[in-house]
C-alpha cells in the first residue's frame, strides 16, 4: 500500500475557536489548535477540567505533569486533561515542531477515560493515520460557518480517539504476552539491531526465535503495533539519519551500510517515512 505523502503546514500558526451554546452541546469540539515550535509551551490550569490536550511532537522534547517529567520522541502522542499546568520543554540547540489540538464536548471526557494511561504518552507508529488526523484538523476553517467546521472536527476527533483506543488495547494485549513470547519478540529485536547492515529477511528474523513465521509475525505486531517488515524498515531510517548528519557518506554508500539494496530502494523508503529525500534531511539537519 502506497500512503500518501503528508504535506505540513508552509508556517506556524494558533487559533482559538469561537464559541457558543450550539457548538458546546457538540459531543466534540476543538478550542485551540496550532502548529509550533516553542521552546516552552505550557497549557492547563486547575479550573479547566473540561478541556483535553492532544499534542504530536515531530521533535523530541520533555514533558512535566504533577511535577513527573517524561521523555517525548517524535512521533509521540501526548493525551491529558488540562485540570493541572502541563509543560513542554525542548532543548535550546534542537528546536522543531509540534501540533496540538485542546478539544471538549459532551463526550470529550467519557472517551479520553478509555484512553487515559499513567504517563499520558503514546508511541505512535509513523505509518498509522494519526498525523493524519492531527494535520486535517489544523486545516479546518473554524471561521467560516463554524457549526459545520466543528461538526466536520468532531468526525475527525472521533477518529483519532479511536485509533488511540486501539493503540491502547495493543498495549494491554501486549502486557499480557506470556514471559517466552515477550522474550522471543526481545531477542528478535535485539537480532534486528545487531544485523540491520546485512540481508536480513524475515525467515531469518523467525529462526532466531525458532518460531514459525506465521506465528511469530501475528506476535511481533500485536507486541509492537507494526509488521517485523516496517520494524526493520524503520531501523534501518534511523540508523541512515545519523550518518547523514554526522558523515560525509555518498547517499547510496549510507544505504548499502544501513542494509538497503540499492539507493533507489532506500531513498524510496526514506521519503516515505520522513516526508523529505535522505538529500534533503541532510542539507536540513
Same mark, same amino acid.
Given at each position: 500500500?502506497?500512503?500518501?505523502?503528508?504535506?505540513?503546514?508552509?508556517?506556524?500558526?494558533?487559533?482559538?475557536?469561537?464559541?457558543?451554546?450550539?457548538?458546546? &452541546?457538540?459531543?466534540?469540539?476543538?478550542?485551540?489548535? $496550532?502548529?509550533?515550535?516553542?521552546?516552552?509551551?505550557?497549557?492547563?490550569?486547575?479550573?479547566?477540567?473540561?478541556?483535553?490536550?492532544?499534542?504530536?511532537?515531530?521533535?523530541?522534547?520533555?514533558?512535566?505533569?504533577?511535577? /513527573?517529567?517524561?521523555?517525548?520522541?517524535?512521533?509521540?502522542?501526548?493525551?491529558?486533561?488540562?485540570?493541572?499546568?502541563?509543560?513542554?520543554?525542548?532543548?535550546?540547540?534542537?528546536? %522543531? *515542531?509540534?501540533?496540538?489540538?485542546?478539544?471538549? $464536548?459532551?463526550?470529550?471526557?467519557?472517551?479520553?477515560?478509555?484512553?487515559?494511561?499513567?504517563?499520558?504518552?503514546?508511541?505512535?507508529?509513523?505509518?498509522?493515520?494519526?498525523? *493524519?488526523?492531527?494535520?486535517?484538523?489544523?486545516?479546518? *476553517?473554524? *471561521? =467560516?460557518?463554524?457549526?459545520?467546521? %466543528?461538526? /466536520?472536527?468532531?468526525?475527525?476527533i472521533h477518529q483519532l480517539l479511536l485509533d488511540l483506543y486501539k493503540l491502547s488495547l495493543n498495549i494491554l494485549e501486549a502486557k499480557s504476552m506470556t514471559p517466552v513470547q515477550d522474550t522471543a519478540v526481545n531477542t528478535a529485536i535485539k537480532f534486528i539491531?545487531?544485523?540491520?547492515?546485512? =540481508?536480513?529477511?524475515?525467515?531469518?528474523?523467525?529462526?532466531?526465535?525458532?518460531?514459525?513465521?506465521? #506465528?511469530?509475525?501475528?506476535?511481533? !505486531? /500485536?507486541?509492537?503495533?507494526?509488521?517485523?517488515? %516496517?520494524? +526493520?524498515?524503520? #531501523?534501518?531510517?534511523?540508523? &541512515?539519519?545519523?550518518?547523514?548528519?554526522?558523515? !560525509?557518506?555518498?547517499?547510496?554508500?549510507?544505504?548499502?551500510? +544501513?542494509?538497503? !539494496?540499492?539507493?533507489?530502494?532506500?531513498?524510496?523508503?526514506? /521519503?516515505?517515512? %520522513?516526508?523529505?529525500?535522505?538529500?534533503?534531511?541532510?542539507? #536540513?539537519?
Amino acid at each position: 500500500m502506497i500512503l500518501p505523502k503528508r504535506t505540513l503546514p508552509s508556517h506556524h500558526s494558533h487559533l482559538s475557536s469561537r464559541m457558543d451554546h450550539q457548538i458546546e &452541546s457538540l459531543p466534540f469540539y476543538i478550542k485551540e489548535a $496550532g502548529y509550533l515550535n516553542d521552546r516552552k509551551f505550557m497549557r492547563g490550569n486547575r479550573n479547566n477540567y473540561s478541556d483535553y490536550l492532544f499534542l504530536y511532537s515531530l521533535t523530541s522534547m520533555s514533558f512535566t505533569k504533577n511535577k /513527573e517529567r517524561n521523555a517525548v520522541n517524535p512521533h509521540d502522542v501526548v493525551v491529558s486533561a488540562c485540570n493541572t499546568p502541563l509543560t513542554f520543554v525542548q532543548p535550546r540547540s534542537h528546536i %522543531q *515542531d509540534f501540533i496540538y489540538v485542546t478539544i471538549g $464536548g459532551t463526550h470529550a471526557q467519557l472517551f479520553y477515560n478509555f484512553i487515559r494511561k499513567n504517563n499520558c504518552i503514546y508511541h505512535a507508529n509513523q505509518l498509522s493515520s494519526i498525523l *493524519d488526523h492531527f494535520l486535517a484538523l489544523l486545516a479546518i *476553517d473554524y *471561521d =467560516n460557518r463554524p457549526l459545520l467546521a %466543528q461538526m /466536520e472536527a468532531g468526525s475527525l476527533i472521533h477518529q483519532l480517539l479511536l485509533d488511540l483506543y486501539k493503540l491502547s488495547l495493543n498495549i494491554l494485549e501486549a502486557k499480557s504476552m506470556t514471559p517466552v513470547q515477550d522474550t522471543a519478540v526481545n531477542t528478535a529485536i535485539k537480532f534486528i539491531h545487531e544485523n540491520y547492515a546485512g =540481508n536480513l529477511d524475515i525467515d531469518t528474523i523467525c529462526g532466531s526465535v525458532s518460531f514459525s513465521k506465521y #506465528y511469530f509475525c501475528k506476535l511481533f !505486531k /500485536e507486541h509492537m503495533g507494526m509488521t517485523v517488515h %516496517q520494524y +526493520v524498515t524503520e #531501523y534501518r531510517i534511523n540508523k &541512515s539519519k545519523e550518518l547523514l548528519s554526522y558523515s !560525509k557518506l555518498s547517499i547510496a554508500a549510507i544505504a548499502g551500510s +544501513v542494509g538497503f !539494496k540499492n539507493a533507489l530502494t532506500y531513498t524510496r523508503c526514506f /521519503e516515505k517515512l %520522513q516526508h523529505m529525500t535522505p538529500s534533503q534531511y541532510r542539507e #536540513y539537519y
